[in-house]
C-alpha cells in the first residue's frame, strides 16, 4: 500500500489543498482575457468566414458550418476550436473557470501517478503540496503563451488531461482479472477521439503508447490483450 487509505485526515488535508489550489488558479485566470486567435474563433472569422455573421451572434448550426469549412481549409483540431468557441461565446468567465478546472484536473493526474508509481508510502497531504508547488516553476514566458491564452491552452493543455485519464483508465481496466463492463470502454474511446481531434502530435504519441502497453501486456506481461 503505498498510502494509507483509512486515514479520512490525510485523504481530508489532501482535497483541500486540491480547492485551495483550484481557488489561487481562479484568481490567477481572473486576470486573462481574449487574445489575438480568441477573437477569430469566437466571431467564426478565423481563416474561413461565414456570410451574415456579426460578432457573437450565431446558431450551433453556424459553428458546425464554419468547422467543416475550417477543417476543410485550414486545419483538424476541430475540439480545440470547438471549446474555445462554445466558452468563450458564452463568457469569459466560463472559459476561465474550465481552465482553472483543467489545470487543477491535470495536477491532480500527475499527483495521482508519481504516488501509484513510488515505491514508498507517503502521506497525500505532503506528496500534494509538492505536486501544486511544480506549478510555480513554470516560466511565465510559458504560462502566458500556453496556460493563460485561451486557445493555445485549449490546445496543448486540454488534449493532456485526455491523454493522461484515458490512459489511467485504460491501464486501470487491464489490471482487473473480472471480464470490464463497456462503459469505460466507451469513455477511453470517447477521450481517443477527443485527443485525436484536438492536437496531432498527441495523437501521434496517444498511438505510440497504445502500442508499447499491448506489447508489454503481451510479451514482457504474457497477458492476454484486452482491447
Known amino acids: 500500500m503505498l498510502y494509507n487509505k483509512k486515514n479520512k485526515l490525510d485523504t481530508c488535508i489532501y482535497y483541500f489543498e486540491l480547492m485551495i ?3 489561487f488558479l481562479l484568481l490567477q485566470y481572473k486576470n486573462v482575457y481574449m487574445y489575438f486567435d480568441d ?3 469566437v466571431t467564426l472569422s478565423y481563416a474561413v468566414q461565414l456570410p451574415g455573421i456579426e460578432g457573437t451572434s450565431y446558431s450551433f448550426a453556424q459553428i458546425i458550418e464554419f468547422l467543416k469549412l475550417h ?3 485550414w486545419g483538424g483540431r476541430l475540439f480545440t476550436y470547438f471549446l474555445d468557441i462554445i466558452l468563450l461565446k458564452n463568457s469569459v468567465w466560463i472559459a476561465r473557470i474550465f481552465m482553472a478546472a483543467v489545470v487543477c484536473g491535470l495536477f491532480h493526474l500527475i499527483h495521482f501517478i508519481v504516488v501509484k508509481s513510488t515505491g514508498q508510502k507517503i502521506l497525500l497531504s505532503f506528496s500534494g503540496i509538492l505536486t501544486f508547488s511544480l506549478f510555480g516553476f513554470i ?5 502566458r503563451d500556453s496556460f493563460y491564452w485561451f486557445i493555445a491552452a485549449m490546445t496543448y493543455i486540454v488534449p493532456v488531461i485526455l491523454f493522461l485519464g484515458g490512459f489511467i483508465l ?3 481496466i487491464n489490471q482487473k482479472k473480472n471480464r470490464v463492463s463497456i462503459f469505460p470502454k466507451i469513455v477511453i474511446f470517447i477521450a481517443f477521439v477527443l485527443l485525436s481531434s484536438s492536437q496531432e502530435q498527441l495523437g501521434g ?3 505510440i503508447t497504445y502500442i508499447l502497453m499491448l506489447c508489454m501486456k503481451k510479451f514482457h506481461f504474457k497477458n ?4
Not at 492476454?224 to 482491447?227: S, V
Open 21 to 23: 489550489f483550484f481557488i
Open 39 to 41: 477573437y477569430g474563433y
Open 71 to 73: 477543417y476543410l481549409g
Open 139 to 143: 516560466q511565465i514566458n510559458i504560462l
Open 170 to 172: 485504460y491501464y486501470k
Open 205 to 207: 504519441a496517444m498511438l
Open 224 to 227: 492476454k490483450i484486452e482491447a
